[in-house]
């Protein structure tokens, strides 16, 4: 998201931790807030920092700073609208018989 669309926005800044792990088994990352931060429909996380680039096989886990940008009632609403038609884009059905696979 452009940072011209964050102007006006409610922000606050905050510590997080960072797990990202790239394994035969799982490729994910995760960002964990530090304190009671609920972030809700239409929120952006912003985290700071280099890149993090994990070697097969390794996870890491780092501490960083991110900014919370809390979106307005109106964005809010948009986003939970909108967010089961771009979930839709994800999915992908196939409707073949059980007996040609």
Known sequence: MKMEL?????????PC??????????????VDLDGDVEIEPGDV???HGDPV??????IRTLRRDA???KAGW???QWTRMTG??????LLEFSFTSGRKL
């Open 6 to 14: 964050m102007k006006g926005r409610r922000r606050f800044d905050l």
């Open 17 to 30: 931790t960072i797990e990202v792990s790239n394994t035969f088994d799982s490729l994910h990352a995760h």
């Open 45 to 47: 996380v912003l985290v």
């Open 53 to 58: 680039k994990v070697p097969y096989g390794e």
């Open 67 to 69: 900014t919370v940008f």
């Open 74 to 76: 109106l964005e809010r």
């Open 84 to 89: 089961d038609l771009e979930f839709m884009e």
